[in-house]
């Protein structure tokens, strides 16, 4: 099993301790990028996928780095709706 699929499970767990980080290696793991805007978009990022022109916004967590539930649903819902997961 490898790195993204095991990340992938704990995703779908949707873990009170899921990370920011974490979430970027899973997206990085189905093709996104972060995109890097300008200095005026603070917390707010979009991870953007070319191969399917899918994007994820999403605000940054802060000041501790886990992601709230809601966050998790709407970047599973994405993440369905462009067929990358089943």
Do not use: C, W
Not at 24 to 31: D, E, I, R
Not at 41 to 64: C, D, E, Q, W
């Amino acid at each position: 099993m490898s790195k993204t699929e095991k990340l992938l499970q704990r995703f779908l767990l949707k873990p009170k301790d899921f990370t920011f980080e974490e979430l970027g290696k899973l997206l990085k793991g189905f093709g996104y990028e972060e995109a890097k805007t300008g200095r005026a978009s603070g917390s707010r990022v979009a991870f953007i996928n070319r191969k399917t022109k899918s994007i994820i916004r999403l605000h940054r967590p802060h000041p501790s780095p886990e992601l709230k539930r809601y966050q998790l649903d709407d970047v599973e819902e994405a993440l369905r709706k462009v067929e990358v997961i089943k």
